[in-house]
């Protein structure tokens, strides 16, 4: 852990998970700097370790997520239609659930009625790799 000044503002740099974390407090006053140190170091290892209170996202629904998602999804990529068709299929299956309640059982169950409705044979067939 260090202190140091760039001009006349602070950073600081330390080591978290072998890694170096160096950025500026943006401040000019020493204490602030120690203290934005300190919140940076902790707010890391917080989320390293999962300790972050993200109670709020734990009882979204997977449709609501899926509705942010394909929302922020065609802001990026011209075409959503890829996204649509995927998540289309996840919020019909999953979509009451919530976040909090999947389990890799969930996934599996998910998986396992996808290909029991022929979702992989008519992908493939699409790309040509198994006969109709």
Excluded: C
Aim: hydrophobic content about 30%; glycine content about 6%.
């Amino acid at each position: 852990m260090a202190l140091f000044k760039r001009g006349e503002i602070w950073w600081y740099e330390f080591n978290f998970a072998l890694r170096r974390g160096r950025e500026s407090t943006k401040t000019t006053s020493k204490t602030v700097a120690k203290q934005a140190e300190k919140n940076r170091r902790r707010e890391l290892e917080n989320g390293f370790n999962g300790i972050q209170d993200n109670r709020e996202e734990r009882v979204r629904s997977i449709k609501e997520l899926a509705t942010t998602y394909l929302e922020e999804y065609r802001l990026r990529h011209k075409s959503g239609v890829f996204a649509d068709y995927a998540i289309r299929h996840i919020t019909r299956l999953i979509g009451e659930s919530m976040v909090v309640d999947i389990t890799d059982k969930t996934v599996k169950s998910y998986q396992n009625t996808r290909l029991q409705e022929g979702a992989r044979s008519q992908e493939h067939q699409r790309r040509g790799r198994l006969p109709p």
